[in-house]
């Protein structure tokens, strides 16, 4: 797959892989949150909008394994999404209550991470497969996003 786009991103994730929401976060420079440079639906989601990376907003299990670890998470129906995220009761009004999240990994660093979701019980293996192969074709794209939003990060 060639280098994609952030909306192609979300083109292919709804194609293929059913997505109702995609979101891509980049790490903030210092690391305490996280900063939404791309989504589908900005009415609920908008760019620019944070999450903290500590309890009150992100699960420590979450924050270890697609982070520090640089591996996807799969939340496979509302029951994960309603134990991983605290707002998981805005992602179940647009539909939503299956989730992949895949870390974006720049010159060996987690720089942010992509975020599928789409109805409850649609995403398992074979979807985290393809959401990865999705990640790695916007890896530059994510990276020039995260440049763009914080200017002292650019390389």
């Given at each position: 797959?060639?280098?994609?786009?952030?909306?192609?991103?979300?083109?292919?994730?709804?194609?293929?892989?059913?997505?109702?929401?995609?979101?891509?976060?980049?790490?903030?420079?210092?690391?305490?949150?996280?900063?939404?440079?791309?989504?589908?639906?900005?009415?609920?989601?908008?760019?620019?909008?944070?999450?903290?990376?500590d309890?009150?907003?992100?699960?420590?299990?979450?924050?270890e394994?697609?982070?520090?670890?640089?591996?996807?998470?799969?939340?496979?129906d509302?029951?994960?999404?309603?134990?991983?995220?605290?707002?998981?009761?805005?992602?179940?009004?647009?539909?939503?209550g299956?989730?992949?999240?895949?870390?974006?990994?720049?010159?060996?660093?987690?720089?942010?991470?992509?975020?599928?979701?789409?109805?409850?019980?649609?995403?398992?293996?074979?979807?985290?497969?393809?959401?990865?192969?999705?990640?790695?074709?916007?890896?530059?794209?994510?990276?020039?996003?995260?440049?763009e939003?914080?200017?002292?990060?650019?390389?």
């Open positions: 797959m060639s280098s994609l786009s952030l909306p192609q991103v979300a083109e292919s994730a709804t194609r293929r892989l059913g997505s109702i929401l995609v979101t891509v976060t980049v790490l903030t420079p210092d690391g305490t949150e996280v900063s939404r440079v791309y989504t589908t639906h900005p009415e609920v989601y908008a760019v620019g909008g944070r999450k903290r990376l309890p009150t907003q992100t699960s420590p299990i979450w924050l394994q697609v982070v520090a670890g640089q591996r996807p998470f799969l939340g496979a509302r029951d994960s999404v309603r134990e991983f995220f605290f707002d998981w009761a805005t992602i179940e009004s647009l539909g939503c299956a989730i992949v999240n895949t870390p974006v990994v720049h010159a060996g660093e987690t720089i942010g991470s992509i975020n599928f979701l789409g109805p409850d019980g649609s995403l398992d293996e074979d979807s985290v497969a393809i959401a990865q192969e999705i990640t790695a074709a916007a890896t530059d794209a994510v990276a020039r996003a995260r440049s939003a914080f200017p002292e990060v650019a390389r």
